[in-house]
């Protein structure tokens, strides 16, 4: 078989996308030529599903093209005051889409004059029409912060002046142009905005590219077969929506995932603005359909979405656990190492070898029938062991000059009980204690020149800093947990499911609202998920015998936790309080995480994965967890399980026993 025979056929930001009868992304005759031949698939559906796109919305408002124009600058610079606000370096640009060159000179034109004359009155005017959107938002947050329309519209003349605007078409193009179009996301860069026709239709990927104005109100599509098909016009469009849909990284913490969406699940988060690419069109419904449509069928856009309302219930609230009950956290920590005192401690090896080059020359016969080696002399070979301090101070100190990570300030981050770099080079601890094999000719190991020895100083120094750096995590997690209250940590809020998702994830089989020991009113999760609350409900009457309070709660991106070993952030699916029935409070935390076949090792098992960290830690928990709350007559006790898996079901249900009813 011949690799190059086959195709993986990826899509990500470069789409040749065309409407076909299917919805496949791609030409159909090369889908067909290869279809037998496809490796795997990475549409733009999954692109989108994974969390690696924007989100879409479409504006469309019934007003002339450069009203519209000042709807997306008030939405731009809204997203760029959302972005400073949390200290994100966001500069966003609008891409307004002209149909002929003409009209865009036109537009050019009209849109600077429109800027430089803005009145409060044309922003009154916009903010009577912007109930129920994105802009709307817009007005409340410059209300809130007390930004006056005149300071906004000297904002804007500011970030939206003639320099700062771009037009940009075959007749309008030279180098400078074209070196600012190629750097729009640098931060020396000062464009906001490019009055285009048809010269970035394709090839243009800007990650900061977040409102894109259609100025003209035209369709091409045709019926076919009894179907209205987009036509090319509109298909044009929707590529160049897929390219802008690539997601603009960002992350507030070290935590979170940076180059994926992270407010799907809080849609009312502000932040989500930067989530989001605007496409503002006018308001022409039969339009708006067929634009959907393609970028439906491109797998741009769910179908649909459902907004759901996740709240606690009302029954939940009235409980104790709700009013007066906490939920135990840890945080993340730099990791100071101060249990590291040597090398050993840091678990670096002390023994290291080298091989010396011999210097042979050496001669094959190839076509002889049986493989003739010669040698140009003979090399006596040997072995030496010598001490790294054996080559000398001054060998050293120079193969450490040659890595930043020896610099005192840094060195003392990985080892920080060393007083100085002399230390660390002389103490039988760290580098004074360090040995090295070395192999080769036996007259040049036992007479090695300074260059050789320079050259295996800093190879041994060089694995030694690889491996401090790898060994030691720059975080931990404490293992105080500190309280919280639990009405303070689970609020309602809302999230949002596409509508391919929903009949997987909805659960079919139990209802949640009648089960008084789930807190939340509905629940949407993986298929292992459901198995474990099908699970939990049978089990519940077991519990019931020995707990007074029991309360089951989805974790719905509301906590982290952290590993104990490198503070990495886990959000742990479920959590569930039990309250024991004794004249003492014992209250029990039980972290719970259900975990599909998909994530398990090559022995069907979590432990070698890589998520086995995540179970490594929650079976820690019981052991090495403690609580900053301390009362006479109230224990809390912090607990982890097992992952929860339909096939490992028996472990998890004997560890749920043995932690919880023995």
Do not use: C
């Not at 904002?155 to 700062?164: C, G, N």
């Not at 006018?282 to 769910?302: C, F, R, V």
């Amino acid at each position: 078989m011949k690799v190059g025979m086959y195709l993986i056929y990826l899509i990500l930001s470069d789409y040749t996308i065309r409407a076909t009868e299917n919805g496949f992304a791609g030409n159909i005759n090369i889908r067909k030529k290869y279809e037998d031949r496809i490796i795997f698939q990475y549409d733009l559906k999954q692109f989108r599903l994974d969390k690696y796109s924007k989100e879409i919305e479409v504006l469309q408002a019934d007003l002339e093209p450069i009203d519209r124009a000042v709807q997306a600058v008030i939405l731009s610079q809204y997203r760029r005051k959302i972005a400073e606000k949390y200290k994100l370096h966001l500069k966003p640009v609008i891409l307004f889409k002209s149909k002929s060159i003409r009209e865009s000179k036109e537009n050019y034109d009209g849109f600077l004059a429109k800027i430089k004359n803005l009145k409060p009155n044309d922003l009154e005017e916009i903010q009577s029409r912007a109930k129920g959107t994105d802009l709307e938002k817009a007005f409340n947050y410059f209300r809130k912060e007390n930004i006056t329309f005149d300071n906004l519209i000297k904002e804007l003349q500011e970030d939206f002046s003639e320099e700062k605007v771009m037009l940009l078409d075959s007749e309008n193009i030279d180098e400078e142009k074209q070196l600012k179009l190629n750097s729009l996301e640098s931060k020396n860069n000062e464009i906001r905005a490019i009055f285009a026709v048809n010269m970035l239709n394709e090839g243009w990927d800007v990650l900061n590219l977040f409102d894109i104005v259609r100025l003209y109100d035209t369709r091409d599509g045709k019926w076919v077969r009894g179907k209205y098909k987009p036509g090319n016009t509109t298909i044009g469009e929707a590529q160049l929506i897929g390219r802008g849909a690539r997601y603009f990284p960002f992350q507030l913490d070290e935590t979170q995932d940076k180059y994926k969406r992270k407010f799907d699940d809080d849609i009312e988060n502000e932040l989500r603005i930067i989530e989001t690419l605007h496409y503002h069109s006018a308001h022409n419904p039969k339009y708006i359909e067929e634009i959907k449509s393609a970028l439906t069928e491109m797998g741009i856009i769910p179908e649909k979405h459902v907004q759901v309302d996740l709240f606690i219930k009302d029954s939940f609230k009235k409980t104790d656990f709700w009013k007066n009950g906490v939920i135990f956290i840890n945080d993340r920590v730099p990791n100071l190492r101060t249990e590291i005192f040597s090398l050993d401690d840091a678990k670096i090896e002390r023994i290291y070898t080298y091989k010396l080059k011999t210097g042979e020359l050496r001669e094959n016969v190839i076509l002889e029938e049986e493989k003739k080696e010669k040698l140009t002399r003979d090399v006596v070979l040997s072995k030496r062991k010598y001490k790294l301090l054996d080559f000398g101070e001054n060998i050293i100190r120079g193969a450490l000059d040659k890595f930043e990570f020896y610099k005192f300030e840094t060195l003392k981050k990985y080892f920080p009980h060393i007083k100085s770099v002399k230390e660390f080079i002389s103490s039988s601890q760290y580098l004074g204690g360090v040995d090295i094999e070395i192999s080769g000719p036996k007259e040049k190991i036992e007479k090695l020149t300074p260059a050789e020895k320079m050259e295996i100083a800093s190879f041994v120094v060089k694995n030694i800093a690889e491996k401090a750096k790898v060994n030691t995590s720059e975080f931990v997690g404490t293992t105080l947990f500190k309280a919280r209250l639990l009405r303070q940590v689970f609020k309602d809020k809302k999230i949002k499911i596409d509508i391919d998702e929903v009949d997987t994830k909805e659960l079919k089989d139990i209802n949640l609202a009648e089960k008084d020991w789930y807190a939340q009113n509905v629940f949407y999760g993986t298929e292992e998920e459901q198995k474990f609350i099908s699970f939990i409900d049978g089990f519940i009457e077991r519990l019931r015998q020995k707990y007074s309070e029991i309360a089951l709660l989805r974790n719905e991106k509301y906590f982290q936790v952290f590993d104990f070993d490198e503070g990495r952030p886990f959000e742990p699916d479920f959590i569930m309080l039990l309250r024991e029935r004794s004249k003492t409070i014992k209250i029990y935390q039980i972290f719970i995480e259900p975990k599909g076949d998909q994530f398990k090792d090559s022995k069907g098992r979590f432990e070698n994965s890589k998520e086995g960290w995540k179970q490594k830690f929650l079976l820690e928990l019981e052991d090495r967890a403690d609580t900053d709350l301390k009362f006479e007559n109230k224990h809390f006790k912090l607990i982890g399980l097992p992952f929860y898996n339909e096939k490992l079901k028996k472990e998890f249900e004997q560890a749920l026993e043995s932690k919880t009813l023995s």
